[in-house]
């Protein structure tokens, strides 16, 4: 999120029109969650497995829930799905730059 606010003040500061079409929104949307998902896969799991889904909303308060999260150690990370989220955000930050420079470009053509 730190380069993609950097990216967008390069931008920004070399005068291109920074505005973002649905597509590269979709394509941030999509990343943000699978990396989301990431991050969450083994608490939920571990939710589901444990039967705490039922107390969702007490989770907190529970004692078995905190004791089961205290010894939790997680045996493995999706980085497969990581680094696919990864790759669309990237991929929606090339489509805006190479638009945001096309359009620069077709602005300072002179007229004939």
């Keep these: 999120m730190i380069a993609l606010g950097g990216y967008f003040l ?3 500061n ?3 029109a920074v505005r973002m079409r649905r597509s590269e929104w979709l394509l941030m949307g999509i990343g943000t969650l699978l990396i989301f998902i990431t991050f969450v896969w083994n ?3 571990m939710i589901i497995k444990g039967g705490f889904y039922s107390r969702f909303w007490a989770l907190t308060a529970d004692p078995e ?3 089961c999260v205290a010894a939790f150690v997680p045996s ?3 980085w497969p799905l ?4 990864e790759v669309l955000i ?4 090339v489509s805006l730059g190479r638009r945001a420079k096309q359009m620069s470009r077709q602005r ?3 007229c004939p």
């Design 10 to 12: 390069v931008l920004f």
């Design 14 to 16: 070399k005068g291109y």
């Design 43 to 45: 608490f939920a799991r």
């Design 65 to 67: 829930f905190q004791r």
């Design 76 to 78: 493995s990370y999706n």
């Design 82 to 85: 990581f680094i696919m989220g």
């Design 90 to 93: 990237f991929s929606a930050m």
């Design 108 to 110: 300072m053509q002179p």
